[in-house]
C-alpha cells in the first residue's frame, strides 16, 4: 500500500494531499518538521498561548528579529518561520474549514525559491552541514 493510501485511510491526510506524489509527501513531512521545531522554540522560549505563537511567528517570517533568544535559536526561528506561518494557515484551515483544503506546495515552492531550500534536520540553508561556510543572501 502506499503512503498516500496508508495516510488516506487512516484519514491523516485531505484528498488532496492523499492523493499526492510521494515526493510531495516527504515534503510535507520536511515542512511539518520544520513548523513543529519553530512552534515548539516560540513555546520553549517564550511561553505563548496558541494565538500569540501564531503573531510571533508571522512575525519572525516577516523578518523581525526574535530578540532576548540565544543567537542560534534566533537564526533558526527567522528561517523556518516563512514555511511554519504558511504551514501553520493550512493546518488551521484544514481543521477548522475543510479536510479538502489544498496543500500549500506552490507557497512553500515560492518561499524556497525566495530564502532556498532548507534541512529540517540542521537548521541549515541548502543541505548545507554544521562547520560549512555558507555564502552570504543576497
Known amino acids: ?12 491526510a485531505s ?21 513543529h521545531l519553530v ?17 510571533f511567528v ?3 517570517a516577516q523578518g523581525m528579529s526574535p530578540g532576548d533568544v540565544p543567537a542560534a535559536a534566533a537564526a533558526v ?8 506561518a504558511v504551514m501553520g ?8 474549514e475543510s479536510r479538502a483544503t489544498p496543500y500549500p506546495l506552490e507557497a512553500i515552492r515560492r518561499i524556497e525559491q525566495r530564502d532556498g531550500p532548507s534541512d529540517a534536520a540542521t ?4 543541505g548545507q552541514r554544521p562547520g560549512q ?6
Open 1 to 12: 500500500m502506499s503512503r498516500g493510501a496508508r495516510l488516506a485511510a487512516h484519514g491523516a
Open 15 to 35: 484528498t488532496s494531499l492523499s492523493l499526492c506524489s510521494d515526493r510531495t509527501l516527504r515534503e510535507h513531512d520536511r515542512c511539518y518538521t520544520i513548523t
Open 39 to 55: 512552534n515548539w522554540l516560540a513555546v520553549a522560549l517564550h511561553g505563548y498561548e496558541p494565538d500569540e505563537r501564531k503573531a
Open 58 to 60: 508571522r512575525a519572525c
Open 77 to 84: 526561528l527567522v528561517r523556518h518561520a516563512p514555511v511554519a
Open 89 to 96: 494557515d493550512f493546518y488551521r484551515r484544514f481543521r477548522q
Open 123 to 126: 537548521g541549515s540553508a541548502g
Open 133 to 138: 561556510s555558507a555564502a552570504p543572501r543576497t
